[in-house]
Nanobody, 119 residues
Framework: QVQLVESGGGSVRPGGSLRLSCTASGFTFGSYDLAWVRRPPGKEFEGVST?????????VYHDSVRGRFTIARDNARNTLSLEMNSLKPEDTAVYYC???????????WGQGTQVYVSS
């Protein structure tokens, strides 16, 4: 069955960095668009970044993270990553790795990993 397993969350001070990873199994990884979605405490889900199939040469970032976050995929290792730099308290959220079947439409989600940014 399809599985997405995130890792790498934690607590960090403002200005710090974290790297999230997602290991996928149960489907042909390179054939799907993938994305990171987050849910800040008390707020709705929001798309963070999406990357297209294959070479991953089409990438979209939410305005709030552009220039600070970098999404990447390794189709040989079935992994998706999110490098997060210059973290801000407003980046605090549970981050989910998701499989995207259409623009902002996701059919499988990981269990989520908590990111907490505070001084």
């Amino acid at each position: 069955q399809v599985q997405l397993v995130e890792s790498g969350g934690g607590s960090v001070r403002p200005g710090g960095s974290l790297r999230l990873s997602c290991t996928a199994s149960g489907f042909t990884f390179g054939s799907y668009d993938l994305a990171w979605v987050r849910r800040p405490p008390g707020k709705e889900f929001e798309g963070v970044s999406t990357i297209n199939t294959g070479a991953g040469d089409i990438i979209v970032y939410h305005d709030s993270v552009r220039g600070r976050f970098t999404i990447a995929r390794d189709n040989a290792r079935n992994t998706l990553s999110l490098e997060m730099n210059s973290l801000k308290p407003e980046d605090t959220a549970v981050y989910y790795c998701v499989r995207e079947v259409n623009w902002l439409t996701f059919d499988y989600w990981g269990q989520g990993t908590q990111v907490y940014v505070s001084s």
